[in-house]
C-alpha cells in the first residue's frame, strides 16, 4: 500500500507528527523497529502540566505516575537546596502508557501504526523496511537518539537508568546530584514515580555508566533493581537542518532534546506536532517553502532557549566542585523563593543564571569563565 507520509520511530515525536498529518485526511504510516510502543523506556518522564495541554493531551490515570511538590539539588560536598515545584506544575508520566495514549489519539485520526519493523533504507520512491518497500511522498526520521550517533559521536553522554524499589524515596521529590569528579558534564537523578518507587539514573562524559551507577545506589542505601536501560543521551542541541529533500527530522533526532537535562517531551512533543503540521500544508500546497516553515517555527518557540541551555552547558562542565560548592554556599532562600516561583520547568536557563550570578561566588565564577556567564546572565 502507498502511503504520503512514512514515520520511522514511534515516541512521542513520532506519534504527535502522525496525530497531526492524518487529522488533515491523509495516509499515514507509523513504523516502530521495537515490539511495544514505549519500551524500552530510557526517559525519566518528568514534564509540566502547562506542556501537556501544548500538547493537547490530558493524562490519563494509567499515564501519570506522579505528582512532584519540590526538586532537591545536591552539591559535591552534600550541602543542599530545595525548590518548591508546585507552582510549576511538574508530574512524571509512565511513558510505556503515555505513548500508547498518543498512538491512541493518532489511530483515531486514521493513522496506521506498525511495531517490529524498522527502516532500512531511504529510497527515490519512498522507504525499504525489514517489512519490504513503501511508496511515499515524505519520510519522517524519528528515531531518536540512535540516528544522531551514526552521524556525530560528540554530542553524547553516556546514561544508565534502573527502575527500583527501595524505602528510602521521597514519593514527592526529584533528587538531583551534582559531581564533576563522579557525572563530568552531567548529574545523578532520582525521579520517584510511586510509593517506595523511583527511577534512579546517572551521565556523564567517559564514565562507564553501570559502575557509576551502581556506587550512587550503594551510597543511597538497601533498594532492589526491577529495570535496567543503557543508552546514550544527546546533548548538543538541534541539528543544522531538519529538512533535507523529502526527509523531515524531528524530535530527538533533530536534537531537539534540552542539553541542559537532556528531556525532550516537550521541545520533541512539539516538534513533531510543527512537522506535522507542515507536512499537511507541503501535501497540499506542493510548495517547499510550507515544508520548511517546521524548522522556522521550532526555531521561533525555542531557538533562544537552547542557545542559552547549551551556553549553561558549557559554563556548568567547566566547573569544578570547588567552585559548584562556592555557589552552594552563597545561594539564599529569597533567591530559592525567586526561582520556585518564577522558573519555568520547560524554560530553566533563566533559573541557572540566577544560580550562577549570586553574590560571592559571581566573581569567582567570571574570572574562569570570562564574558560568557555575563552573556547568560543579560
Not at 515516541?11 to 491523509?26: D, P
Not at 567547566?318 to 532562600?333: G, Q, V, Y
Amino acid at each position: 500500500m502507498d502511503y504520503d507520509v512514512v514515520i520511522a520511530g514511534g515516541s512521542v515525536a513520532g506519534l504527535l507528527c502522525a496525530r497531526e498529518i492524518a487529522s488533515k485526511n491523509y495516509k499515514v504510516l507509523v513504523i516502530e523497529e521495537d515490539s511495544e510502543l514505549g519500551t524500552p523506556e530510557h526517559c525519566g518522564g518528568v514534564v509540566s502540566i502547562p506542556a501537556m495541554d501544548d500538547l493537547g493531551i490530558i493524562p490519563v490515570r494509567a499515564t501519570l505516575d506522579n505528582k512532584i511538590r519540590s526538586a532537591k539539588i545536591v552539591a559535591p560536598s552534600g550541602k543542599n537546596f530545595t525548590l518548591d515545584a508546585r507552582p510549576q506544575q511538574v508530574i512524571v508520566l509512565d511513558r510505556r502508557e503515555f505513548d500508547k495514549q498518543i498512538a491512541h489519539q493518532a489511530q483515531v485520526k486514521g493513522a496506521e501504526i506498525m511495531v517490529k519493523s524498522s527502516l532500512r533504507e531511504i529510497t527515490k520512491d519512498g522507504v525499504r523496511t525489514s517489512d519490504g518497500e513503501i511508496k511515499c511522498k515524505i519520510v519522517v526520521d524519528a528515531r531518536g537518539v540512535t540516528s544522531l550517533v551514526q552521524k556525530d559521536r560528540t554530542g553524547t553522554l553516556q546514561s544508565a537508568q534502573y527502575e527500583i524499589f527501595a524505602d528510602w524515596i521521597d514519593k514527592e521529590r526529584i533528587e538531583v546530584y551534582l559531581d564533576q569528579e563522579k557525572y563530568p558534564g552531567f548529574f545523578a537523578w532520582v525521579i520517584p514515580t510511586r510509593r517506595d518507587e523511583a527511577k534512579v539514573g546517572v551521565a556523564g562524559r567517559g564514565i562507564n555508566p553501570a559502575l557509576v551507577i551502581e556506587e550512587f545506589l550503594k551510597e543511597k542505601g538497601k533498594h532492589s533493581t526491577i529495570r535496567k536501560i543503557f543508552a546514550p543521551i544527546w546533548v548538543k542541541g538541534p541539528i543544522k537542518e531538519f529538512v533535507t529533500g523529502n526527509v523531515v527530522t524531528i524530535g530527538d533526532a533533530a536534537g531537539q532534546a534540552k542539553p541542559t537535562t537532556a528531556g525532550g517531551i516537550y521541545s520533541s512533543g512539539i516538534g513533531g506536532i510543527l512537522a506535522g503540521n507542515a507536512i499537511s500544508k507541503f501535501l497540499e500546497s506542493g510548495n517547499k517553502s510550507d515544508l520548511l516553515e517546521y524548522q522556522k517555527q521550532w526555531n521561533e518557540k525555542f531557538g533562544k532557549e537552547f542557545e542559552n541551555m547549551l551556553l549553561a552547558r558549557s559554563l556548568l562542565e567547566r566547573l569544578d566542585n570547588k567552585s559548584i560548592d562556592a555557589i552552594f554556599e552563597s545561594i539564599t532562600p529569597k533567591m530559592l523563593d525567586e526561582i520556585s516561583k518564577e522558573g519555568s520547568f520547560d524554560f530553566h536557563t533563566t533559573s541557572v543564571a540566577k544560580l550562577l550570578g549570586v553574590r560571592g561566588s559571581v566573581k569567582a565564577i567570571q574570572a574562569i569563565l570570562g564574558n560568557e556567564l555575563r552573556r547568560l546572565l543579560n
